[in-house]
């Protein structure tokens, strides 16, 4: 089946251009051969670009749900037979090189937005602008779906994002999740798609796709939390995974050996450097000037009470 608009004359009766108006094909697209989209314009001024960019231009696609013009570089016999189904779309053939196709609105050029429709004696441009919440479709603005919204900047509904979701229909935005909670999928319909942080991460913003994990010493035992706990600089140590605080044992009557001077550091540094090291099971902080450090990956037991060795467990470590 040919789906042509074809004119001979400019001087043909208006029952013949309608018929001709007619020949659009609904439900069906030509893929591969558009050159060229064009945004919120509607059908006849489509038609009208093509037949500007003769002979470039053989073909339309336009879709009624997103106002788009697509311009093809062919044209096709049997649309229905070679086209892909799209119940959102016209394909034409453009093959005339007259105007007259257009009908009443072949001299009407409409602002952004707006498109050109026929009356029974005139042309008028309407908006194709819906308002915030809702978008354009055959003709009408219609509630965006549960899971999108439309903030007005464009004439479609937008999947929320991750981070949020809308359990309503005909919304402008779209909810956080709250405080300690994330989700990682697009278009989500209920609070419940907020999922709580794990022990050991947080979130202390909204709207956000992932939790985070606790800093070093701090730690969180409990899901869906905003914030971590801190951990002692000294008497204090978090594990790997970040859900426990181990007290650190303070030893007066027992020493480190086979160990490591590591120079110059106060208590908080000396705990840090024993924690980077896998073997080392606790260190001792020089108790005549605080401040030199030994690291130590053995321990015995002794009678002076003047050794300051404190025990690092080994669910400390990272």
């Known amino acids: ?21 007619e020949r659009l094909t609904h439900g069906y697209r030509l893929d591969n051969f558009t050159t060229e989209i064009i ?10 670009e093509c ?65 050109c429709v026929t009356t029974q004696f005139t042309e008028v441009c309407i908006s194709t602008a819906c308002s915030n919440g809702t978008y354009g479709k055959d003709g009408q603005c219609l509630p965006c779906p549960a899971g999108q919204y439309n903030d007005g900047s464009k004439q479609w509904c937008s999947f929320c994002p991750p981070g949020r979701y809308n359990n309503k229909t005909g919304s402008s935005s779209c909810r ?35 939790c985070l994990n606790c800093p070093w010493n701090s730690y969180q035992d409990q899901k869906g939390q905003a914030s971590c706990k801190l951990c002692s600089n000294l008497s204090q140590c978090v594990n790997e995974e970040r859900t426990e605080c181990h007290t650190l044992p303070k030893h007066v009557k027992r020493m480190g050996y086979d160990g490591y001077n590591e120079g110059d550091k106060n208590k908080p540094q000396c705990k840090k450097a024993c924690r980077e090291k896998l073997d080392c099971v606790g260190f001792t902080v020089s108790p005549e000037d605080n401040s030199t ?12 009470t003047s050794t300051n060795f404190y025990e690092f467990p080994s669910g400390c470590h990272p």
């Open 293 to 304: 450090c030994y690291t130590h990956t053995r321990f015995r037991l002794t009678q002076s």
């Open 51 to 115: 037949l500007l960019r003769k002979p470039h231009c053989q073909s339309i696609n336009y879709n009624i749900q997103h106002f788009l013009c697509g311009l093809n570089s062919r044209e096709d016999e049997d649309i229905e037979l070679e086209g892909v189904p799209d119940y959102n779309s016209i394909f034409a053939n453009v093959v005339t090189d007259s105007l007259q196709s257009l009908g009443k609105c072949k001299e009407v050029v409409c602002q952004p937005l707006h498109k």
């Open 39 to 48: 945004s919120n314009i509607g059908v006849h001024t489509c038609i009208k």
């Open 1 to 21: 089946m040919r789906v042509s608009c074809i004119i001979f004359s400019v001087f043909l009766p208006n029952s013949v251009i309608a018929s001709c108006l």
């Open 176 to 210: 956080r999740c709250p405080n300690g909670t994330y989700n990682t999928l697009h278009g989500q319909t209920t609070l419940d798609s907020c999922v709580p942080c794990s022990p050991g991460t947080y979130q202390s913003k909204s709207g956000q796709r992932k």
